[in-house]
């Protein structure tokens, strides 16, 4: 059976390419920061289920101490040329987002059959993890293609890689940390917490009372933790469960689905999403470090009215 592990096996030894070619860059002046920053992230992918928490814990501490100190620099690895490109461009046309368009339909194909296909006693993909493990072999299969077509040198997708995991920097790890946190509120009783006080403090007699409360507060713990899928356990053990499905018996698909998308609208209007609002300022070289942000303020508020009314409507239906 394809388990998660191979998704982080596949990931793992994504970062470990990236960490050698960092340590070759002899361009890069911070190149031995880069290829310490993506080791130890690979380590976290390939061993962390073996190294133990405190193990883990001091790992996680040195990304961010490398992080945070300005040890990290923009590697420079090779790449085409602008005319290059463009040529490219102009003999393939819009075949050129063939690659890019396979992994979503493969995503959605397997989701859909790879949890059926027995092998023995079991199935050939974890029914649990299935979306994941499609999602990985619809990468590496659109990068077969993508090298078998374009026959671009061995190196480049990994160069291209480190290209942009670079332009990221550090902030590529915020949604692996934001969900560990999002863990650890949730096993540290937050979501109770929070559940008592929305109970004690706020109306929620009628089925409309805890879908408004639990799609704001999706948006609001994501705006303040910077994730949804941080935000998610927290609201989810608070008010999603205990209101929702199990006192006005909703359809726990449909207010998790709905529930992650009144978070995402959080995303859309704080710093704290790094990875998402700053980052994007940054490469583009925005004037307003913000500006990202008040852009997208406004089309967070509809979506999230949106949601509410989406929620409302359907997740009693079902």
Not at 133 to 150: E, G, N, Y
Not at 164 to 180: E, F, K, R, S
Not at 277 to 300: C, S, Y
Request: proline residues 6%; charged residues 10%.
């Amino acid at each position: 059976m394809i388990t998660l592990d191979f998704v982080y096996a596949t990931s793992g030894l994504a970062f470990v390419g990236f960490a050698y070619l960092s340590a070759r860059d002899r361009a890069n002046p911070k190149r031995f920061g880069n290829a310490l920053f993506w080791g130890l992230l690979a380590v976290s992918f390939l061993l962390g289920s073996r190294l133990g928490d405190l193990a883990n814990g001091v790992l996680v501490l040195l990304l961010v101490l490398i992080g945070g100190t300005g040890l990290m620099g923009h590697g420079k690895p090779p790449t085409t040329s602008r005319e290059e490109r463009l040529e490219s461009a102009r003999r393939r046309g819009n075949w050129l987002f063939m690659p890019a368009l396979i992994v979503p339909t493969v995503t959605l194909a397997g989701t859909l059959l790879l949890g059926h296909i027995p092998i023995g006693a079991t199935t050939l993909v974890d029914p649990k993890q299935v979306t994941l493990v499609a999602l990985a072999l619809a990468c590496i299969l659109a990068l077969l293609v993508a090298v078998l077509w374009l026959r671009p040198p061995l190196s480049s997708p990994l160069q291209e890689g480190r290209r942009l995991v670079d332009a990221i920097g550090w902030a590529a790890v915020l949604p692996q940390m934001l969900a560990a946190l999002g863990a650890v509120f949730a096993l540290a009783g937050v979501g109770k917490a929070v559940g008592n006080l929305a109970t004690n403090y706020i109306p929620l007699d009628r089925p409309l009372e805890a879908v408004v409360v639990y799609c704001l507060g999706m948006a609001m713990f994501t705006a303040v933790m910077g994730n949804a899928f941080a935000a998610f356990p927290v609201m989810t053990a608070a008010i999603g469960l205990p209101l929702i499905v199990h006192k006005f018996h909703g359809d726990p698909a449909i207010m998790a689905a709905i529930g992650m998308l009144s978070g995402f609208c959080g995303t859309l209007t704080t710093p704290m999403a790094a990875n998402f609002n700053i980052v994007p300022a940054a490469l583009l070289e925005l004037p307003d470090r913000n500006g990202v942000i008040k852009v997208q303020i406004p089309t967070a508020a509809l979506m999230l009215v949106a949601n509410v009314v989406l929620m409302a409507v359907l997740v009693y239906r079902f």
